[in-house]
């Protein structure tokens, strides 16, 4: 009973997130961030000031820290993250609007989907991942040309939800 109340609370939620097909990234998030089956993370830009403040970290951390805006990260948890993980994956690649995004990789696999997606701004850049494990929405004024940069931001994301 419990595994069709998921169901049917997801395809109802997927349903309203389809409604126009062109969502913007931060419309996804705020449908879906607030569910009891979804971990939410999410640093602001002054939050990233303070850390890059900090003296306790090295100077090429504190530039780095100091170019990001803002980070969400989504996590599907409990028994079925699995199915939840894969409709999460699914909802976003279909009713996300991005068209203005660069498709840098994607990877499909019999356990794991993955795309990698950037838009360059005028002010800031935008950094989407989308996988059936979790989603990452990264905005700052870096660019993530060295991808030991984009595992930095994984690591803090990870430290800070507990994985």
Known sequence: ????????????????????????????????????????????KDMFKMLSESRDISPEFKEYISKLHLLKMIQPRGEKRLELGEALYNSIMNNVNLKDYTRLMTQRDQRSKISFYKKDGKDENEFLLISNKMIIYITGTLDLQNIQQFEQIIEIAGSAMGM
């Open 1 to 44: 009973m419990r595994t069709k109340f998921i169901l049917f609370f997801l395809f109802i939620s997927f349903c309203s997130l389809a409604q126009n097909g062109n969502k913007s990234i931060d419309q996804a998030f705020k449908l879906i961030d607030s569910r009891e089956d979804i971990s939410y993370f999410e640093v602001t």
